[in-house]
């Protein structure tokens, strides 16, 4: 679970009614004394959160009007435990963390019940402490069953644990030092599979000039491959990769991936491409490549769009949908950040002034069918500006159910703003809808951290002047 840390979060409910939403809302917390908060999700009726306050750690729980009707501190290790993730699963949640202790670093796991009894814990790994250690990283497997934490060492090798979260134990431990490996050139992406074996994606050789050098290297380890690491190669030809997001489809046991190439500059992308990498049979794998329709460039570019060199540049891939036939959706975000010298700015370590500026427009979605072939593709028009936020109120958030998906997101980033919707079909159609107005509700929305409860609800953080507030809107 991605935990949500504050720009500096007691709950009451409201109800306001636009449209076809219901939208409840909270009283505000102080966030005065908050490091982080999670939104741990609800069970029988109650919805949870959890308070990082440094040295002391507290469950508020609510109702579905959203109002508190508990409090209650957790107890964990005294010698400086760090949180590193929150895993909400169906009889409960679990909190990992660490402590340091005689020149070592204990990773350990609490599993609590709905009410925030502890029900059991246990030490999972341990490891040495180094002088300036790098942090842990995380990540949790589609089923919330498997835990995946790593940290890279000295630049050229990566330290990987796995747990599993059902029985509390250390699956496995991999030291990973790949031949000629440099972490911050070659490192893509880490994924987790439900029976807890990981994936490591290196991008190697992405440069002009490579030839026909570019590909991805893949190191896959775990119980399914019998504890055994394998290395497998995805030679990308004469492309560049512009930018790329992997998944790991668990339903048809196979790497997918959704990026943009490059043919010459790397500052921008030419066509898109779709990987299928079927791990028992990976010769029956598929990797295409289609160049960027120009209408469907110029839709998202605008007037940015170039005719000469034609493409889409300052463009992130933010996630990969998964379809159940194998194919997958990519969607993609205009992103451009901006540092500028101003007067009365904020003081960088050398004693200048400066501001960052946040540009989160156009959104697009290809769909891919798993033959590689482009099912329908769409651009979805926004305009975001915001300044010195870390762009915590940009972006969107993606809603999935049976019949569409919901992107939300805040039109304007300011106080008072309005709420808006694109509801997408399964061809692509889509219609766009305002959800909500913030006039006078004291309300600034970080949907980027919001969190899906149900196919018709979902939970959004709102933080203004130190407050927080918590939004449910139904649909």
């Given at each position: 679970?991605?935990?949500?840390?504050?720009?500096?979060?007691?709950?009451?409910?409201?109800?306001?009614?636009l449209?076809?939403?219901?939208?409840?809302?909270?009283?505000?917390?102080?966030?005065q004394n908050?490091?982080?908060?999670?939104?741990?999700?609800?069970?029988?009726?109650?919805?949870?959160?959890l308070?990082?306050?440094?040295?002391?750690?507290?469950?508020?729980?609510?109702?579905?009007?959203?109002?508190?009707?508990w409090?209650?501190?957790?107890?964990?290790?005294?010698r400086?435990?760090?949180?590193l993730?929150?895993?909400?699963?169906?009889r409960?949640?679990?909190?990992?963390?660490?402590?340091?202790?005689?020149?070592?670093?204990?990773?350990k796991?609490?599993?609590?019940?709905?009410?925030?009894?502890?029900?059991?814990?246990?030490?999972?790994?341990?490891?040495?402490?180094?002088?300036?250690?790098?942090?842990?990283?995380?990540?949790?497997?589609?089923?919330?069953?498997?835990?995946?934490?790593?940290?890279?060492?000295q630049?050229?090798?990566?330290?990987?644990f796995?747990?599993?979260?059902?029985?509390?134990?250390?699956?496995?431990?991999?030291?990973?030092?790949?031949?000629?490996?440099?972490?911050?050139?070659?490192y893509?992406?880490?994924?987790?599979?439900?029976?807890?074996?990981?994936?490591?994606?290196?991008?190697?050789?992405?440069?002009?000039?490579?030839?026909?050098?570019?590909?991805?290297e893949?190191?896959?380890?775990?119980?399914?491959?019998?504890?055994?690491?394998?290395?497998?190669?995805?030679?990308?030809?004469?492309k560049?990769?512009?930018?790329?997001?992997?998944?790991?489809?668990?339903?048809?046991?196979?790497?997918v991936?959704g990026?943009?190439?490059?043919?010459?500059s790397?500052?921008?992308?030419?066509?898109?491409?779709?990987?299928?990498?079927?791990?028992?049979?990976?010769?029956?794998?598929?990797?295409?490549?289609?160049?960027?329709?120009?209408?469907?460039?110029?839709?998202f570019?605008?007037?940015?769009?170039?005719?000469?060199n034609?493409?889409?540049?300052?463009?992130?891939?933010r996630?990969?949908?998964?379809r159940?036939?194998?194919?997958?959706?990519?969607?993609?975000?205009?992103?451009?950040?901006?540092?500028?010298?101003?007067?009365?700015?904020?003081?960088?370590?050398?004693?200048?002034?400066?501001?960052?500026?946040y540009?989160?427009?156009?959104l697009?979605?290809?769909?891919?069918?798993p033959?590689?072939?482009?099912?329908?593709?769409?651009?979805?028009?926004?305009?975001?500006?915001?300044?010195?936020?870390?762009?915590?109120?940009?972006s969107y958030?993606?809603?999935?159910?049976?019949?569409n998906?919901r992107?939300?997101?805040?039109?304007?980033?300011?106080h008072?703003n309005?709420?808006?919707?694109?509801?997408?079909?399964?061809?692509?159609?889509?219609?766009?809808?305002?959800?909500?107005?913030?006039?006078?509700?004291?309300?600034?929305?970080?949907?980027?951290?919001?969190?899906q409860?149900?196919?018709?609800?979902?939970?959004?953080?709102?933080?203004?002047?130190?407050?927080?507030?918590?939004?449910?809107?139904?649909?």
């Amino acid at each position: 679970m991605k935990r949500l840390f504050g720009i500096a979060f007691l709950l009451l409910g409201r109800l306001c009614f636009l449209s076809a939403q219901q939208v409840t809302v909270s009283e505000a917390i102080s966030l005065q004394n908050d490091i982080a908060y999670d939104i741990l999700g609800e069970w029988s009726g109650q919805f949870l959160l959890l308070r990082d306050q440094s040295l002391t750690f507290q469950v508020l729980g609510f109702n579905h009007d959203m109002e508190q009707v508990w409090e209650k501190n957790l107890e964990l290790d005294r010698r400086r435990p760090q949180i590193l993730d929150v895993i909400n699963g169906k009889r409960g949640f679990s909190i990992v963390y660490t402590y340091r202790d005689d020149l070592k670093i204990h990773l350990k796991v609490h599993r609590y019940d709905p009410a925030a009894n502890l029900v059991d814990s246990a030490t999972v790994a341990t490891v040495d402490d180094a002088l300036f250690p790098e942090s842990l990283n995380s990540l949790v497997s589609e089923d919330r069953s498997k835990l995946l934490v790593y940290k890279h060492e000295q630049f050229n090798e990566i330290h990987l644990f796995s747990v599993d979260l059902d029985s509390m134990r250390l699956l496995w431990e991999l030291k990973l030092a790949p031949e000629d490996f440099d972490y911050e050139r070659d490192y893509q992406q880490m994924l987790i599979d439900n029976e807890g074996n990981m994936f490591c994606i290196l991008n190697k050789d992405n440069r002009r000039f490579s030839g026909t050098r570019h590909h991805f290297e893949i190191f896959s380890y775990g119980p399914s491959l019998g504890f055994r690491l394998q290395r497998s190669e995805i030679m990308m030809g004469d492309k560049n990769t512009f930018d790329v997001r992997f998944a790991f489809d668990n339903l048809n046991q196979e790497l997918v991936a959704g990026g943009l190439y490059s043919d010459e500059s790397l500052a921008r992308a030419n066509g898109s491409f779709y990987l299928r990498f079927p791990l028992a049979d990976p010769d029956k794998g598929v990797l295409k490549f289609q160049e960027l329709d120009d209408n469907f460039a110029l839709s998202f570019m605008g007037k940015n769009f170039n005719a000469k060199n034609k493409g889409i540049s300052e463009t992130v891939v933010r996630e990969i949908v998964l379809r159940k036939d194998g194919g997958i959706l990519m969607i993609g975000e205009r992103e451009r950040i901006f540092q500028r010298n101003m007067s009365g700015g904020r003081f960088d370590m050398l004693g200048g002034r400066y501001v960052i500026d946040y540009y989160l427009d156009d959104l697009f979605i290809i769909s891919y069918n798993p033959d590689g072939t482009i099912h329908w593709e769409n651009v979805f028009h926004k305009k975001q500006y915001s300044q010195d936020d870390n762009a915590m109120y940009s972006s969107y958030l993606l809603v999935k159910t049976p019949s569409n998906l919901r992107l939300l997101y805040n039109d304007d980033i300011r106080h008072e703003n309005t709420v808006s919707e694109y509801v997408i079909t399964a061809t692509g159609q889509f219609d766009r809808n305002s959800v909500m107005s913030t006039d006078s509700k004291k309300l600034r929305l970080r949907f980027r951290d919001a969190i899906q409860m149900a196919a018709n609800e979902v939970i959004v953080p709102s933080e203004r002047r130190g407050k927080l507030k918590l939004v449910r809107i139904t649909f």
